[in-house]
């Protein structure tokens, strides 16, 4: 007897060379059988799935689930958008595991810690013996590995380098929003970014985001950074679909404290000032991250600044600054071998209101500029690859039973299911617990937080090793 039978849907998994109309039967948390017919009697539950997409659960590995970012109601929007396994790219760990402990909608997480000034390390330009012990206590305590925050907290060129060397070193996963004191977050922050890593494995971060036309026009700038991205080594990388961005609201002495809130707000072609940012809130081009019922929504206007100022500045908050062509181009381009360029498709979304990879990527399929696989493997996939997990981002016989249903004519998730448990049905989140992907010396920490570890071996993953699609 089966626990759970999908019955009649239209299934896309590329890994298995499958895309067409499936039964597939779940056992134990994982699938047991998939064929073009399987008896509803076999089965203890039964999901009538027809007319819908049958596909493997999305694969986020870059999204926000920290109390900074909405935490509290991140993993239900995951939940809801069809994502099943994602990975924080900020952290704190400690912050990240509480809130997946007390908020959890029965997905997966990892966690990068992020590598601040005045939290990880004392300054911007932190020694290899305090990189190497801040990074070692992170992984001690959870975390998959770290994240240099370029954009917001930015630390010089050669603490970025030695941040790359010493995570390889420990076999952490690294990752980097590029920027440093001496380069923005923008295509000369993506050059300087490539030249540091040298031939370590590098996660950069939000390849689109880059090419908002601070150096030249944005379609300019998409084509230089497929022309590096192309030639270089040892490198993971994704870009969103999103128009809007997800920054810091803060000011201190009248000025915004993240770089990317000030480039913003010159973008938008407002003074880079909190007189500026109160403007551009009021006039609808800040849009602050409130938390309404089970969510975060975008508000805009005389109330949205009275909650940013009610909260002393601190909110996130989002701005329309990713051109089209930029996102349209880092999505589709491949290699001369037809190799995706970017790897995976993300949102940096969770607590951010830009969970889009299903409703903006399935647009991107009826456009024809991804294949349905193509766009399975950009989603799912490879990003599972990346991470390390063979039995997720696929459903052959034995995977992980980690499924969205959608429906592609909406855009829109209606079923997400996790290790066999419907976690989302219909706009209800049903799941609860979190699982934590972490690294083996992460284990105990994770199990002392309360939460169920999944233990990956970044050695063997797509990381580490090549992971092409
Ligand atoms: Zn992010």
Redesign the pocket.
């Known amino acids: 007897m089966y626990d759970l039978l999908l019955k009649g849907g239209h299934v896309v998994d590329p890994a298995n060379n499958r895309n067409g109309r499936f039964d597939i039967a779940i056992r134990d948390g994982r699938i047991a059988r998939i064929s073009p017919d399987i008896a509803r009697s076999e089965a203890a539950e039964v999901l009538d799935v027809s007319g819908l997409l049958v596909l493997p659960g999305l694969v986020d590995i870059?999204v926000?689930a920290s109390s900074e970012f909405q935490g509290p109601v991140a993993h239900r929007m995951l939940a809801l958008a069809g994502v099943t396994t994602a990975m924080d790219?900020?952290g704190p760990i400690d912050d990240v595991l509480a809130i997946a402990r007390e908020h959890g909608a029965g997905i997966n997480l990892a966690c990068l810690n992020r590598v601040k000034p005045g939290e990880m390390v004392d300054s911007a330009d932190p020694s290899a013996k305090e990189l190497r012990d801040g990074i070692a206590a992170a992984l001690d305590r959870g975390a998959l590995g770290v994240k240099i925050m370029g954009g917001h907290f930015p630390l010089t060129p050669e603490a970025n380098g030695r941040v790359f060397e010493i995570a390889n070193e420990l076999g952490a996963w690294a990752a980097i929003?590029c920027g440093s004191t001496e380069n923005r977050s923008d295509l000369t922050g993506l050059r300087e970014a490539l030249d540091l890593k040298g031939r370590n494995h590098v996660h950069i971060?939000?390849i689109n985001s880059y090419c908002r036309g601070a150096v030249k026009d944005p379609q300019l700038e998409a084509i230089q950074a497929i022309e590096w991205l192309t030639e270089a080594e040892n490198l993971v990388t994704e870009s969103y679909l999103a128009v809007i961005n997800?920054t810091s609201g803060i000011c201190i002495d009248g000025i915004p404290e993240s770089d990317r809130t000030r480039a913003c707000l010159q973008q938008g072609g407002y003074p880079a000032t909190e007189e500026g940012l109160r403007r551009a809130i009021l006039e609808g081009f800040g849009r602050v991250n409130v938390i309404e019922g089970d969510r975060a929504v975008l508000r805009t206007g005389p109330e949205a600044v009275a909650v940013w100022e009610a909260a002393g500045t601190n909110v996130g908050i989002s701005f329309p600054v990713n051109p089209p062509m930029p996102r349209l181009m880092l999505a589709a381009a491949r290699d001369r071998a037809g190799r995706f360029v970017v790897d995976a498709l993300a949102t940096?979304g969770g607590g951010i209101p830009r969970n889009f990879t299903i409703s903006a990527g399935l647009r991107l399929v009826e456009l024809e500029v991804l294949t349905m696989a193509d766009f399975v493997l950009k989603a799912c996939t490879v990003p599972a690859r990346l991470l390390g997990l063979t039995a997720k981002g696929h459903l052959g016989e034995g995977a992980d039973a980690d499924v969205a249903v959608v429906d592609a004519a909406a855009a829109e998730v209606r079923t997400t299911i996790a290790a066999g448990q419907v976690v989302a049905h219909h706009g209800v989140v049903t799941g609860r617990s979190t699982r934590i992907i972490t690294l083996e010396r992460g284990r105990k920490a994770v199990e002392a937080a309360g939460l169920q570890p999944i233990v990956t071996d970044l050695a063997e993953s797509g990381f580490y090793k090549p992971h092409t699609a």
């Open positions: 870059h926000h790219m900020a929003h971060a939000h997800g940096d």
